[in-house]
């Protein structure tokens, strides 16, 4: 058996994969070039056996061929991403132990100082020579992909899927969404996570359907785009439902008119990756005519509940678990819970990841005796659909979409030499769902936030990086002497309530 995703591509061969800036590229370019790249890497070997391949190529073609160049070949991919400072990525290729990255021109001068770092070897993608030679046959066990996700303990994971996990992902979204050849969706999520990944960019292609990119967010352009009347279906996370409607609100009537009467034609807008609150459902409803279509999901098991395609979608709520998805809601015990009552969400099926890389204990630690994951999301099932209270963990942000643990910026910032100590909160925001805030203790004169902020941004993803700051002689903190992060949270000020 080979790879689903990339075998059924042949029977879409002319018509248009990807669409990024003016150029539209088709399947058969999508074969033809990962097949060069999958040849390539494989040199003399006929498999590269799990080898681990990281990439850093801007969204669009080029990635696409990346992606499936490295899973044709038998490697794992690990894409990057291009707002990590090298500390974050060096982290990603010791941890992978990568023995490539591949890159495009545009950011090989700010990859050129890992070369040859524990034996990597930086590559542009330009500089890809001809080879020849058969491919391997990859089974659905084999390990696809990883990405890294943040947890309450420490450093980010990461996450692999295998082929079976990908497709189950994938097909399971294609036949709930009702995905379909004609579709064109729009991509301004970062490939790095599976929002982009697996439910845009993976079920367009499964679906022999039009992926098109935008190099970055950027609420003019995406009006743009939809105007043009091509685009279909839509899918983003709350904050930038949240951008969309406050740049709409500032445009002439005209062109808001010109906008909702083509948002009106859409076959499907998602979100997902945090809570969408209400009032941005209700506004984005008045402006395009749809109610947003909210799932639930994780890196861990990509999507697994959703408000149907078809039927009543109810705000606030994410709805039932996806086709071939067991959900069960569980205490402290790992029991399930009476009806009506709150619990964790545990989730088992074919779309649940195979493991943590080369972290046998977190990986256990996941899991329930009996197989469930842990998800730490608390939730309750009310009236038959899914509603999220939060998660059990107040050390996990989640700020614009991406999930961020208080505990690793802690440990940053304490690093710096003007930081005692310090404690990191999520703070309620209607625009980024929670921003981040810190609470420092000085070691002698106070630091101001902007320098923090710059020397934070040297070794944090920017959206890791706090954007509160406020001073304080000591931490609040319990008998036990742990810190009580919601009495922390409100010693500051209020920043934009949800
Ligand atoms: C940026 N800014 C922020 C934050 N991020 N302020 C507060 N909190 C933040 N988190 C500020 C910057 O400092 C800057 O301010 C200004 O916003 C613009 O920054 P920029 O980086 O350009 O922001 P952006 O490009 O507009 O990004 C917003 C975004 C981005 C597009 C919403 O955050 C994003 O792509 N989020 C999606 C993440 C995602 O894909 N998550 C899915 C994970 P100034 O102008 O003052 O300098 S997968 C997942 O969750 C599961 C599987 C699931 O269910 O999907
Ligand atoms: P990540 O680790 O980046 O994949 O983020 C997964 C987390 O995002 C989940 O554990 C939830 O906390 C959160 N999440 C995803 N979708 C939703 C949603 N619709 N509502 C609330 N939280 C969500």
């Not at 018509?15 to 999508?30: G, V």
């Not at 209700?282 to 947003?292: K, M, N, V």
Request: glycine share 8%; with cysteine; proline share 6%.
């Amino acid at each position: 058996m080979s790879i689903p995703l990339v075998d059924r591509a042949a029977a879409f061969a002319s018509r248009t994969a990807i669409r990024e800036d003016d150029q539209k590229y088709s399947y058969s370019q999508l074969l033809e070039r990962s097949e060069a790249i999958a040849r390539h890497l494989l040199g003399s070997r006929t498999d590269l056996q799990e080898a681990r391949i990281a990439f850093l190529v801007p969204a669009g073609f080029d990635y696409a061929c990346v992606q499936w160049g490295i899973w044709r070949a038998g490697g794992i991919a690990v894409p990057l991403c291009e707002k990590h400072p090298l500390p974050s990525m060096e982290y990603v290729l010791d941890d992978t132990d990568a023995e490539l990255l591949l890159c495009t021109e545009a950011f090989a001068g700010k990859l050129a100082p890992l070369q040859g770092r524990n034996g990597l070897d930086v590559l542009r993608l330009e500089n890809l020579g001809e080879a020849s030679g058969p491919l391997p046959e990859i089974g659905p066990d084999r390990r696809a992909m990883i990405l890294y996700t943040s947890g309450t303990t420490g450093p980010p994971k990461g996450v692999v899927t295998t082929h079976a996990n990908i497709t189950t992902q994938i097909t399971t979204l294609v036949s709930s969404w009702e995905w379909e050849q004609e579709d064109e969706v729009l991509n301004v999520l970062p490939l790095h996570h599976v929002h982009g990944i697996v439910n845009m960019l993976c079920c367009a292609l499964w679906s022999g359907a039009c992926c098109r990119f935008l190099p970055r967010f950027e609420p003019d352009a995406v009006f743009e785009i939809f105007t043009e009347g091509e685009v279909n279906v839509f899918m983003a996370v709350p904050t930038i439902y949240y951008k969309l409607i406050a740049h709409y609100d500032s445009l002439p009537t005209s062109r808001q008119k010109q906008i909702s009467e083509q948002l009106r034609g859409f076959r499907l807008m998602v979100s997902g990756s945090a809570a969408l609150p209400v009032s941005v459902l209700e506004q984005w409803r008045d402006i395009s005519s749809h109610t947003l279509l909210e799932r639930y999901g994780m890196t861990e098991m990509g999507m697994a509940i959703s408000n149907p395609y078809r039927g009543e979608r109810r705000p606030g709520h994410i709805g039932q678990a996806l086709p071939g998805v067991r959900i069960r809601l569980a205490d402290e015990n790992d029991l399930p819970v009476p009806p009506g009552e709150q619990g964790e969400i545990q989730v088992k099926g074919d779309n649940v990841f195979s493991e943590y890389w080369g972290k046998p204990e977190a990986t256990q630690k996941a899991f329930t005796s009996d197989g469930w994951f842990r998800t730490g999301d608390m939730a309750l099932l009310d009236q038959g659909s899914y509603r999220i209270l939060g998660r059990n963990s107040v050390d996990i942000i989640k700020s614009g979409g991406y999930k961020i643990s208080a505990l690793e910026i802690e440990e940053v910032l304490r690093t710096h030499p003007a930081v005692k100590d310090c404690g990191v909160v999520g703070l309620p925001n209607v625009e980024w769902g929670e921003i981040i805030g810190a609470a420092i203790i000085p070691d002698g004169a106070a630091t101001s936030s902007e320098t923090l902020v710059e020397w934070l941004g040297e070794r944090l993803p920017s959206y890791k990086v706090p954007r509160v700051y406020i001073t304080v002689e000591d931490l609040p903190r319990n008998v036990l002497g742990k810190v009580t992060k919601n009495e922390l949270k409100s010693l500051f000020p209020i920043t934009g309530a949800a």
